[in-house]
């Protein structure tokens, strides 16, 4: 599983972003309205790319700052206390040499941290494929973008309640 398929599998599910593009379809919005709204839910607490590779960069630096309770890149709405099975199907399919057992260290540190059994997420993984190829933490949000656009896609079709002509 690439990275843009792990995102397409993301946006399949009732996560604030495609929830929003279906209920922009179903309101009669262009669908590129759609999708700028669905854009404005990225980057916070729904999929926090640039402040997971931030952390993840940092932590590969040995300069980890201080968490919120919220540690970026991990923890999962759908798979509390368990591995999301897209994410460790992307991880175990692509992770680089060295970054598994660096992974595993900051997974138990962050076990550690917050006192909860709290697995890799999407972000994560995008912040990991973030550092393998060039992509500033800034510019990763576009793998995001583009893994779950055609999902939106399909989700804004299947709802779209026209209006007028």
Not at 49 to 78: E, L, Q
Not at 79 to 96: L, M
Request: aromatic share 10%; hydrophobic share 40%.
């Amino acid at each position: 599983m690439n990275i843009y398929e792990m995102h397409q599998e993301m946006a399949r599910r009732n996560n604030a972003s495609s929830t929003l593009i279906q209920a922009m379809a179903q309101l009669g919005k262009p669908f590129n309205d759609a999708v700028a709204t669905a854009l404005m839910t990225l980057d916070s607490l729904h999929a926090p790319i640039a402040d997971t590779c931030r952390m993840w960069n940092a932590y590969r630096d040995h300069d980890i700052k201080p968490w919120t309770p919220k540690v970026p890149g991990f923890g999962s709405a759908w798979y509390k206390g368990q591995p999301d099975p897209a994410v460790e199907a992307f991880i175990e399919s692509n992770i680089a040499p060295g970054a598994e057992e660096m992974l595993i260290n900051l997974t138990q540190h962050v076990r550690e941290h917050t006192g909860k059994d709290l697995y890799p997420n999407a972000a994560m993984a995008t912040a990991l494929q973030a550092r393998w190829s060039g992509y500033s933490p800034a510019t990763a949000i576009s793998m995001v973008i583009e893994g779950r656009l055609p999902i939106w896609r399909e989700i804004y079709n299947e709802n779209l309640i026209e209006r007028g002509f």
